[in-house]
């Protein structure tokens, strides 16, 4: 595709639910970043793979948060037994490099609100 | 704390060039600076990075301070198209690390 895809758009999920959110990074980009976005605030960091290696989830908030890109293309964040303030978007990233020397690329973001 | 530093918000005329700043005065040397704008409902959009020298593109420049702990995105001719969030980050790049720190952002309001 032309750009980062993220699915779904939207997602309503029912306290304690579990949810996964799909990311499309641009194809044969190494990097990929998850990103939490609250309302009103700058995106907040979640985890980094590079190619099909994980190599940095400092910023996961909890163990109920879960990513996995195992092919080194499609990744998934999941998120077990929902809560009310896990409701933010969460937009997924793409570089082609694995250095702060290459432009990232983001989708459009998944909103999640939790009921 | 990693983040950058930014005006919440600032206002400029159409046609006029509005220089933006930051602050990242805890910035290692390998740090990248980046700059990307966010339109409502939109993923951020990349506008431009620089490590050390100053950079040109078609969308904007950035101006790095010399001991790096500041720099300024210039649009040199605003346009309405231009009202946005403008993001100013920290790609940390350490060891295994890989991450866009981002700040809280300036909000800025082209006036016509």
């Known amino acids: 595709g032309a750009g980062v895809s993220q699915s779904p758009r939207y997602k309503v999920a029912k306290r304690g639910q579990d949810v996964a959110l799909r990311c499309d990074p641009i194809s044969g980009h190494v990097s990929l970043f998850w990103y939490q976005q609250a309302l009103g605030q700058g995106p907040e960091f979640l985890t980094y793979?590079?190619?099909?290696?994980?190599?940095?989830k400092s910023g996961l908030p909890s163990d109920r948060f879960f990513a996995e890109r195992p092919e080194g293309s499609v990744s998934t964040l999941k998120i077990q037994r929902t809560q009310q303030e896990d409701s933010a978007v969460y937009l997924c990233?793409?570089?082609?490099?694995?250095?702060?020397?290459?432009?990232?690329?983001f989708g459009q973001g998944t909103r999640l609100t939790v009921v | 704390d990693a983040k950058t530093t930014q005006p919440n918000s600032m206002e400029s005329n159409e046609e006029e060039p509005v220089h933006l700043p930051c602050n990242h005065s805890t910035i290692s040397g390998t740090d990248y600076i980046h700059w990307y704008r966010q339109l409502p409902s939109q993923g951020p959009e990349y506008v431009i990075h620089g490590l050390t020298s100053n950079v040109n593109n078609r969308m904007a420049s950035l101006a790095i301070a010399e001991d790096r702990k500041s720099s300024t995105l210039i649009l040199h001719r605003a346009t309405l198209r231009d009202a946005a969030v403008y993001y100013c980050i920290r790609y940390i790049s350490s060891g295994s690390a890989r991450q866009l720190t981002f700040g809280s952002g300036t909000q800025l309001t082209v006036l016509p």
């Open positions: 793979f590079q190619n099909e290696a994980q190599l940095d």
């Open positions: 990233a793409s570089s082609l490099g694995a250095r702060g020397n290459t432009e990232a690329f």
